[in-house]
């Protein structure tokens, strides 16, 4: 079977698998998508929990949008392009969650707010959440001392736009996430990530999930504050499938059951080999395609191997988690390390770490050779490289290929 596995914003790696080792490529389910202009303005006419956006905004003083960075595909452009007819899109000023990621390149604006950004860029504000000033809200029940953007605590109204899908520690994207990372400290956000190191915290739980309960405790303490949410579910083609406008909570829970219908994928039985893909633009650096790993996992068997598939364009993104992950050759050694202390990007290291005591970590990127070898990840040039390699070790070993793989979540049925 000939295979194109997207590399990068526009390339594409030619792979071959031989038909009788292929148990199938797995995306995110195809979905019937409507008009997106429709869809938006069918949302924005129908919120949930509120008569209408315009009345939410009406007699605000301090309206602020947040809105995701750059790493994340929601098509925030699209959005504001359809308020504009709404609002005036200078009456308010955006907050950009950026959790714990860099600043926006120009690249990434334009990719944000599109053909609006020379309009209001003056009204953008870039979280930092080293510097930003942020507020104490007080502490949540897992011990995670709250402190949140001024800008976003301050204002007499909040407007979410987000996507969901799902994450792989915090159950779901969206909703209460744009707050808790999104726009909080880093002390906080180190916080909040140090949870995902149980192994409650993982893709599609909600429920028990300390890292959720956690983003919960954050908006229990601003429960007066008046917020409007925009919560986008796309399919496989980053298209615009559904759309849950109006009370963040309510929004959240009807997009999470449209999400599970786009991104829970059944598969016949596990593989030998998986080959998961973190495409563009969630390929920026190794940190965040490390979610194709977590979420390629769930279709491998026992002793199997997992090729990462991802450009990693800027890097390694938090060295701290790789270096944690060179400590040792022995998985379970890098594990009782961990348990030691935290810093951000430990519980990257940990969930690479947890695969690596069952499994081999494979990787096709552009990131040093000799350095992901000292993490115990073994890199090849190409994704046929390393098929090669696979099948004369194993001559019958079953592949699964996940060509969406930072957002698809397998499942035996």
């Known amino acids: 079977m000939k295979i194109d596995v997207r590399y990068g914003k526009d390339e594409v790696q030619k792979v071959d698998i031989p038909d009788k080792n292929m148990i199938g490529i797995y995306a995110p389910k195809d979905v019937n ?6 869809t938006i303005s069918n949302a924005l006419d129908n919120p949930i929990g509120y008569d209408s956006l315009e009345a939410f905004l009406k007699g605000g003083k301090d309206v602020v949008f947040i809105v995701n960075d750059g790493t994340r595909p929601t098509p925030t452009a699209k959005i504001l392009s359809a308020l504009k007819g709404r609002m005036d899109l ?34 953008i504000i870039t979280h930092d959440a080293n ?19 001024k800008v976003a605590v301050d204002a007499d109204r909040l407007v979410i736009i987000t996507s969901v899908e799902p994450h792989y520690f915090a159950g779901y994207t969206g909703g209460r996430k744009s707050f808790l990372p999104g726009v909080a400290s880093y002390k906080t956000i180190e916080q909040n990530h140090k949870l995902a190191m149980k192994r409650e915290a993982q893709s599609l739980i909600l429920k028990g999930n300390p890292v959720h309960e956690d983003m919960m405790d954050a908006l229990e303490v601003v429960k007066g504050k008046q917020i409007f949410s ?30 599970n219908e786009v991104f829970s994928v ?32 769930w279709a491998l068997k026992d002793n199997g191997k997992i090729i990462m598939v991802a450009k990693c364009r800027e890097g390694i993104g938090h060295a701290t988690f790789l270096k ?90």
């Open 230 to 259: 925009i919560q986008i579910v796309m399919d496989r083609h980053q298209n615009v499938y559904k759309i849950a406008s109006g009370d963040l909570h309510k929004a959240f829970a009807q997009a999470v059951e449209w999400a």
């Open 33 to 38: 998508c409507g008009s997106c202009e429709k």
């Open 131 to 149: 510097k930003s000033e942020c507020v104490h809200l007080g502490t949540s029940k897992n011990g995670t001392e709250m402190e949140v953007n």
């Open 324 to 413: 944690q992950l060179s400590t040792s050759k022995d998985p379970k050694k890098v594990l009782e390390n961990l348990s030691k202390e935290y810093k951000l990007g430990y519980h990257k290291a940990a969930k690479m770490a947890e695969i690596s005591l069952w499994a081999e970590i494979w990787s096709v990127t552009d990131l040093d050779t000799q350095m992901l070898s000292d993490a115990s990840i073994r890199q090849f040039p190409s994704v046929q490289d390393a098929v090669n390699e696979a099948l004369k070790q194993r001559p019958d070993a079953k592949f699964i290929v996940l060509s969406d793989g930072s957002v698809t979540i397998p499942k035996v049925v």
């Open 90 to 123: 200078r009456s308010a000023r955006y907050l950009i969650a950026t959790g714990a990621h860099r600043g926006m390149t120009q690249e990434e604006n334009d990719f944000v707010f599109g053909p609006n950004y020379e309009n209001i860029k003056d009204r």
């Open 266 to 297: 059944p598969i016949p039985e596990k593989a030998d080999v998986v080959i998961s893909v973190a495409p563009y633009p969630m390929d920026v650096d190794l940190y965040q395609s490390q979610k194709a790993l977590d979420n390629g996992k």
